[in-house]
């Protein structure tokens, strides 16, 4: 990886680049995987939702609520990740605005999961 990148000039398109980036998107997921508690817990609801829904044999729109609830999750909690490792590079000791922020992005995982057990149960309410 450059140290620095010229963002000024716009590099060509190339198809290989646009690969590596895929991969490095995969590797952070993988990373996020390994490493995060809390992405453990999502990826056992996650699993949890997706055997109830192939169990109650859910119409493809209700799939479609819960794949919405389920990637919100997912997003929140890589964005939140993300958040804590730059925070831990911009100010490793203790500040109060890194406080605010990590509390902030971790808020964020807390709506997006309240709104997918909301989802959940609206969902699944008709199969029961
Ligand atoms: N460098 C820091 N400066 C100020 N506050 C911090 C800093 N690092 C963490 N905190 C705050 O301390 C509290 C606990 O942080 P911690 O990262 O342990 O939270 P957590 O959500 O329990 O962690 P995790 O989910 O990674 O186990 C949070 O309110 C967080 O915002």
Same mark, same amino acid.
């Given at each position: ?11 060509? #398109?190339?198809?290989? @680049?646009?690969?590596?980036? #895929?991969?490095? @998107?995969? /590797?952070?997921?993988? #990373? ?14 996650? *699993?949890?939702?997706?055997? *109830? ?22 997003? !929140? ?23 605010? /922020?990590?509390?902030? @992005? @971790? ?8 709104? !997918? ?10 199969? #029961?």
């Amino acid at each position: 990886m450059n140290e620095t990148k010229n963002v000024s000039t716009p590099e060509p #398109f190339s198809l290989a @680049a646009r690969s590596k980036s #895929f991969g490095y @998107a995969i /590797a952070g997921i993988v #990373f996020m995987l390994k490493t995060q508690h809390n992405a453990w817990l999502h990826l056992i609801a996650t *699993m949890i939702v997706a055997g *109830m829904a192939f169990y109650f044999k859910v119409s493809a729109a209700d799939w479609r609520w819960l794949v919405v609830a389920m990637v919100a999750v997912w997003v !929140a909690e890589t964005i939140n990740t993300a958040v804590e490792y730059v925070c831990d590079v911009v100010s490793p000791g203790y500040a109060i605005a890194v406080k605010h /922020a990590k509390d902030i @992005a @971790a808020g964020g995982v807390l709506i997006a999961a309240v709104g !997918a057990v909301l989802i959940g149960a609206l969902t699944f309410w008709p199969y #029961f």
